[in-house]
């Protein structure tokens, strides 16, 4: 029987405000089985010292173990991004997957795969790559989506290094990429991005080595997004495309901005998804786009357009943080509100400086 | 003889880094004998530790007094506003003013004013505001305009409290608006913003008291900018308008932005200016659009279009580096660039959460 | 039967890290049974988006919901403290009462009090102050002391004021003491602080108004302990003091810095504890100092010992981050660790830019 | 003839206060001739971005050359350190050479050098580490001391790598230490502090490598101080030791602190100057100690006598800002005030999160 996609954004008043959840399926507007996972925009540095992430983890966690069995519960794909600078609106985005009573597709699939613990001198390097690789072909096979190029979005959660795994790990006379925690973090994205270029056939395999991991920016997939976390060994996937064995009034596009302020590309994929605008979406048309994904990062050569930025030399605000706020109000003027979902460190992710932009719509009046 | 505005937007690679002024002045371009007065984007924290602005005042201030006798070199208006958040590109913008052979106006005129030094017990207070007011009206004297309806920005550089500011004062048996030197920045603003309007006829000043500064947020000035310095104590005003006795290609217009996503008034005063555009500005329209010049703030209720805003809680990083560095997207995303003049602090300097955005571009190709 | 009381300072690696106390349950060293608070230092930034403080009370919740029925878990006083600035170590001190053979007192007491819900429009009032004291009272009966005298340290976990309670406060017409909800947590600390001083006779309560409240800083108590927390309505009381009603190896003494480097009285007091030092404590003497807390806050002056501190002017940092790492300096220089629970915000806690110091040591070699 | 050496210690009201400077100048008290160098303690926060050491060098150049000719004014050491958290008070320390009549030394003596520019490939490696030695050998003897075991404590001013500087070596076909230009502070910190170490006879060069240099954290000296600075291309040098040669009050002892909190050896210091102290010095001591000099840092373990810090794992406050008020504590606590010059960065210079402190004291009541 076929499927149907059901996204649901629904601020949040804090990490652990899930409130709004609850009663969206009190109304039986969500059913908590069909939830594939949850993506949320939390309100801390995004940084190492984040805990509004593990916070915001803890309580979505125990609101679906008042809902589903523990397993079923721990299933769930839960990728929390941290940092809403300048007007981000904290949010949760719910991926819901319901039966169709047939399938109008081509429409919105989404799927999931959780891959093995990876152990941590793999992280940010081949081995975390190829196992990214094989999950994302997994999560592909379970959106029953069999063209790569139907893909528009693939949401990694990766794990990254701590001080008692480096010791771990070396205690097995094993070497790790980095003893830098917060590089780690970089490095996973980085490896993990790769992967899943690999996996789209965007990216040969065959041209890469561990230190191309993280420094060949000119190598990138137009569809990742990575963000890493202490809370996991192993990593979740959930792949966002096209699938004519789907239904619904939902569909996906996606577009690679150039740099912070290339908002063209997005224009053109608003107005592929039936939404054409000079300017700003107005009211109906923003009622109509359902989320928007993208990832954010400062220009390595601290320039944009010609003019200096200084994200990259100010020692008080991290260069993630100046990159969300930043891009959030580029895409915002586009859009007409801020509660969008854009996430820092951009590793491989879009050429250097740029971002992939993920747009999901209804076609029908909401 | 008539006068011609020509204006000088000019990187900088520091806060004392004068560098591309004295290339200018040595390649002819820019005559140190013309200038009224500098602006600049200088990339400290624009809060009350920010010493890039005085870092800078004391650079251009030395680099004026090579060019030029003490006396005229103190006589330009220095209005240093700290704060690059985001990509905002630290510059310059020298306005200057040259005799033209003809008027062939309407056309861009620069005028300035500066008061007497003011009581600290009057810093965000009546007397305060009718001081800018009188001083506006002198500003609009020296630039040749006429009609208040032909003014499109008003900056004005005003004085803020200090502690022996307030000993002083309350020696005297006086007493001050705030104990708290950083609410004193506001209230200058405030009421500063509350003279511009006075003086262009937008508010009304019988309607007025000491406590509408800095609360009545239903009373602004679509075209004041303002913003507190700790180096005068008096205050230094720059006029910007179009005069019939003023000739060159430089023209400017102004928009209100109702809140901090809303660029179709901006798109407006660009299509008026002869730079019409859906999306974002092509590069040969950038090259026409010589400076942009804003004010950016959060709103008060903590939302933005019925989403929440997490500006007013993070005690990490001040609400109006925030809001420069949204607002900076925001525009940048529509003009193509972030080497825009974006201040904050916006009390009754447009609605509460917007704030006036004025634009000054060449008619001719460049 | 008389009682016992047990301190048990347990290291946290996150606001989430329970394991620790886990593990003394385990062991049989802690009866959760006997748990009458549990005091966090948490690695926020200890102001308003400090969501270390929730997520270590959701955390602290879960594990004694595990242990103990749900009434008695709900009944523990958690008071979170934001803030591990400079070196100072995360950690839980945890409160037990046992029963004890016999009492061989005066030994450590400790008593507790919870109070109903404040309305709103009496946070920082007097209603407020008059509250607290009277639960401070019984926190006295509780812990079986009948002197004031006897009192060393009251710990108050006060309720703040939020954009929704000032909504519904003013629905019912009724006035706020401030619209700033930063503010309001130093108001609702501030009336907490004089009603403890109220409660143990250090300060007259006809002498008082709502106008002294947070702006009398001749007015304090040496002996209070306050910190507000928005998961809570009322007001959650620790009393710890000394009671020949008590039993066991426990001691607890108090000092008043009067300034942020007034070390002086604290040795005194650790003379006083039978931990007499020239310099600074020995790894043994270190053993037997069960736990320090107390309080930190820049002096209102902008100057320490006539040297000026730049804590008020700083817009990166806020002056109670500045405050907790200096004072913890101070005070882990003379004992010899940073495992210390060091608090800001002390109005009418200790004098102007000083604060209270609560240490508990044992009189045998543990 | 022989020299006497004068230390001012003058509070600074901003980076730009050379107020108190000219007071002495004014009154006799110091001779501008004699200024070899001046340290100054700046408000910004001592990284990348810290633009308060910029704008006190350009400060206190105006200042000189009002009062000398230009040559002797540039020869002047000036060496800025940025961050004065917790309460540390912004300060000049002004070292100033003068003849006396006799010597009746040994005695406080003072000696300077400056090296020839660096080129940026040599930043952090071995030519820089020899470059260092050799300029303080130079110093050793332009302030007559012979024996290295007399020097206390030697400061370095070196440079650092910029994005221009790196282009520049890269364009001759050379490599540079780090593309981080972050790290290329802590780099050329890091080879000038061994540097110092092989001057001074505790570290053997031969042992030494370029792989060593900012990773060898058991190679240390317990007498060198460096600050990284983008305004030089060379080295500036001052050294501080006891000489026969000299006369006057003056004495220099030195302490290497093992960690953040070892302040018995500071004690044993103080007391070999003539201060004993249980607790906290007395006024009329805290007089006679007329400067102090320390260097702090995080463990690197991120642990402190077993507890942990947060300070390596903290997106918002740098961690050399955490060490600095930390131990300004740790040190203020013993002194009694916290006019003191704690420079953050200790990379070979003292032990692994530990580091030296110089103690100028007066034999004579002042």
């Not at 925690?181 to 395999?205: F, H, N, P, Y």
């Not at 996991?232 to 009034?249: A, D």
């Amino acid at each position: 029987m076929p499927y149907q996609a059901r996204i649901h954004r629904i601020s949040a008043a804090g990490p652990d405000d899930v409130s709004g959840i609850h009663e969206a399926i009190a109304a039986g507007r969500l059913d908590p089985a069909g939830i594939v996972g949850i993506f949320g925009k939390t309100e801390g540095n995004g940084c190492v010292n984040d805990f509004t992430r593990g916070y915001a983890t803890q309580s979505l966690g125990l609101m679906l173990r008042r809902h589903l069995p523990e397993a079923a519960a721990d299933a769930v794909c839960l990728v929390m991004s941290g940092g809403t600078e300048g007007a981000m609106a904290p949010h949760w985005t719910i991926f819901e997957r319901i039966e169709a009573e047939n399938a109008t597709g081509p429409a919105l699939a989404v799927g999931r795969a959780h891959t093995a613990g990876l152990p941590p001198e793999h992280i940010g390097r081949l081995p975390q790559l190829r196992m990214v690789a094989e999950g994302v072909a997994r999560a592909l096979a379970d959106a029953g989506i069999d063209n790569a190029a139907d893909v528009h979005f693939v949401q990694v959660k990766c794990p990254l290094l701590t001080a008692p795994r480096i010791a771990e790990a070396q205690g097995r006379g094993q070497t790790v990429a980095t003893p830098d925690t917060l590089k780690s973090m970089g490095l996973s994205r980085a490896a993990s991005a790769l992967g899943v270029g690999v996996a789209l056939g965007e990216i040969d395999l065959e041209a890469l080595s561990d230190s191309a991991i993280g420094t060949r920016r000119d190598v990138w997939s137009g569809r990742a997004s990575c963000s890493a976390g202490i809370e996991l060994r192993g990593h979740e996937i959930v792949v966002l495309g096209m699938s004519p064995r789907w239904g619904g009034p939902l569909a996906i596009d996606h577009a690679v901005m150039r740099d912070a302020v290339d908002i063209e590309p997005v224009r053109a994929a608003l107005a592929r998804l039936g939404l054409p605008t000079m300017g700003q979406l107005d009211a109906g048309e923003r009622e109509r786009l359902i989320a928007v994904l993208a990832k954010a990062e400062p220009s390595a050569d601290g320039r944009l357009r010609g003019f200096r930025h200084t994200m990259l030399d100010d020692s008080d605000i991290a260069s993630t943080r100046h990159a969300r706020a930043f891009v959030c109000g580029v895409l915002a003027g586009l859009i007409g509100h801020a509660e969008l979902y854009i996430s820092g460190g951009a590793e491989h992710q879009g050429p250097d400086g740029g971002g992939p932009v993920a747009l999901i719509a209804s076609r029908m009046v909401v």
